[in-house]
């Protein structure tokens, strides 16, 4: 017997098996200590059922998270403590930033960027990779949606792969397809709006320092060195991972690309108007908090421009298009967090971390930081880990004497390193296509997780931080 019963695989029974015995031993296992809530044993307990969840598709992602915190608010806190995630404007910013990323992508407005910068880097392998990344950079800083830009970034990718007559089993297939995810995740934190779990952060970094959060510009000051190296060493994985192959004919690339660009016409008005909305919603998020109101508010409010008459660019059908589940999942990852600091786990993790981190300087607690990262990110989706870890990784800065904003872009650089697809949403996605060969990809992760990323921790990041005064 292949099945255990109509539509229920022998596979199926194992990851339910799994998804139930995991969670039952962490609860037996974890010890209560004097002073620690006795709540935190079944907390770790129903939030680790659901990463399994997730990782293991035993359900939908949206329908588990639901349970979460459904579990939460009978068995472990108040329901006003868990629903909490919904008074933030973190999923409100997620909802405006599905609505922006649809009208981008049903314009074409994002893909006519996006090939007219890969053109003007000009038709050779090496350039076209290098014009993802530019792409990439551009599209982070004025779409705040990364599923939207990897959508894009696969698409081209796959068309090169077929207009090129590239066998999608190859290496180079697997590099360009990697390219696509590198110029989505890659460019990604040099920009504060660019991914919902750098707003996280930021957030967390301020309220364990009691300051206000950095602002768009200090971000970028913060960052945008350190992730253009961080980019550029994606590039040069790219090459790694194709190895020995070549293109055929280099002039195809840059034809395929020109006859594509030629198939959308002329700039429309929709374009127009889609990329006119959004600036106004950017300078709305930057200028607001000078009017003393909350920037990501005051953004996802003007997206709902596109609705209004004249620009109608969005329709009651089109909503109901967007991934809404996806919002439901993140709000969701968000009460991870929240009910963590309820509950006192960043208290207890930050009395567990910060004996074995005491005395060993701002060194170790950054690459420890960035190995965190690297470790939760084997059981948890980024957004939970830095929901869930964010809070008490930026008080265990404080408690050491580090830089809180230091200690949270180290471990999102942790968050953001793989090597299988059920990692991270990015990586599964574009394995799912086809388009990309496992083996291929691993050795070039592989290398950045453990040896690229803690050398430039330690020779980059560090040593820009100390010259403009973060550390």
């Known amino acids: 017997m292949s099945t255990v019963s109509a539509g229920f695989s022998r596979s199926d029974a194992i990851k339910w098996a799994a998804s139930i015995l995991v969670p039952v031993l962490v609860y037996f296992c974890i010890p209560v200590s004097e002073g620690m809530n006795p709540k935190i044993p079944l907390f770790l307990a129903i939030t680790v059922w659901a990463v399994m969840s997730w990782a293991l598709e035993t359900m939908p992602s949206s ?16 329901p006003g403590v868990v629903f909490s995630s919904f008074g933030t404007f973190l999923p409100w910013i997620a909802f405006a930033g599905l609505i922006i990323a649809d009208v981008l ?31 990439g950079f551009v599209l982070s800083s004025i779409m705040p949606a990364s599923q939207g830009r990897l959508i894009i970034f696969t698409a081209l990718g796959m068309g090169m792969v077929d207009a090129l007559g590239v066998d999608p089993k190859s290496r180079m297939s697997s590099s360009i397809i990697m390219a696509g995810l590198f110029a989505t995740a890659a460019t990604s934190p040099a920009f504060m709006t660019s991914m919902l779990l750098q707003l996280v952060g930021a957030n967390a970094a301020a309220v364990a320092s009691g300051q206000e959060p950095v602002n768009y510009g200090q971000w970028m000051y913060h960052q945008a060195f350190g992730c253009v190296v961080y980019a550029a060493i994606a590039y040069a ?50 200028l607001a908090p000078m009017a003393k109101l909350d920037g990501g508010f005051v ?15 969005m329709t009651a059908a089109d909503l109901r298009r967007l991934d809404m589940p996806f919002v439901i999942f993140l709000t969701a990852c968000i009460s991870i967090g929240i009910v963590a600091q309820n509950i006192g786990i960043d208290k207890a993790l930050a009395g567990i971390l910060l004996p074995l981190l005491e005395g060993q300087g701002e060194t170790m607690a950054l690459i420890s930081s960035y190995f965190t990262g690297v470790a939760v990110n084997f059981i948890l989706t980024p957004m939970a880990a830095m929901s869930a870890l964010c809070q008490p990784m930026a008080q265990l800065a404080v408690d050491l004497g580090v830089s809180p904003q230091a200690m949270l872009y180290t471990f999102s650089y942790g968050l953001d390193q793989y090597i299988f697809p059920y990692e991270i949403g990015f990586f599964l996605y574009i394995f799912m296509t086809g388009y990309i060969t496992l083996r291929h990809v691993i050795p070039a992760l592989a290398l950045r997780m453990f040896i ?20």
């Open 63 to 78: 329908v588990s998270a639901i349970i979460m915190v459904f579990l939460y608010s009978v068995f472990v806190t108040k």
């Open 105 to 135: 992508h049903r314009t074409g407005a994002a893909k006519r960027i996006a090939i007219k910068i890969m053109l003007w880097t000009g038709s050779s392998y090496a350039c076209a990779m290098l014009g993802f990344l530019l792409a």
């Open 237 to 286: 994985l790219i090459f790694m991972i194709r190895g020995k192959e070549r293109l055929r004919d280099r002039g195809q690339m840059r034809q395929m690309l020109t006859e594509r660009l030629a198939a959308m016409g002329s700039v429309s008005r929709d374009e127009v108007k889609g990329l006119g909305v959004l600036v106004i919603a950017m300078a709305g998020f930057l």
């Open 299 to 313: 953004f996802a409010l003007l997206a709902m421009v596109y609705f209004l008459p004249g620009v109608n660019l």
């Open 452 to 471: 690229i990323m803690p050398i430039f921790v330690v020779a980059v990041l560090m040593p820009y931080w100390k010259l403009i005064d973060v550390l």
